[in-house]
């Protein structure tokens, strides 16, 4: 089992920055990637970012250049660090985290942290 909990999100004027944090605890060992996502009011969630075990990483083409994840593995924790931040940002967004155990794997789902983006 991993349990995920999301910090950092908030109300931030356009333009502004804001850095999501993951925190992974559980059966960390285990986990060989973890993501971010977000759902805005109204639409599917959408892929964010993704960090694989070994440090490869990949941003959803709108957002490459505005967003960057990073994870700190002594820390068990994946951030998502968002600058020029628009109204179109604002979203829940989501921390999940894909575990394999032998030849199963599994997804985990954090509770979710709401950015919102206004002045």
């Known amino acids: 089992q991993v349990q995920l909990v999301e910090s950092g999100g908030g109300l931030v004027q356009p333009g502004g920055s804001l850095r999501l944090s993951c925190a992974a605890s559980g059966s960390v060992s285990s986990i060989y990637a973890m993501a971010w996502y977000r759902q805005a009011p109204g639409k599917q969630r959408e892929l964010v970012a ?35 931040l628009q109204a179109e940002d604002t ?16 997804t985990y789902w954090g509770q979710g942290i709401q950015v919102t983006v206004s002045s």
């Open 50 to 84: 993704v960090i694989i075990s070994g440090g490869s990483t990949n941003v959803a083409d709108s957002l490459k250049g505005r967003f960057t994840i990073s994870t700190d593995n002594a820390k068990n924790t994946v951030a998502l660090q968002m600058n020029s």
């Open 91 to 106: 979203a829940d967004y989501y921390c999940r985290a894909d575990s394999r155990v032998v030849s199963t794997t599994y």
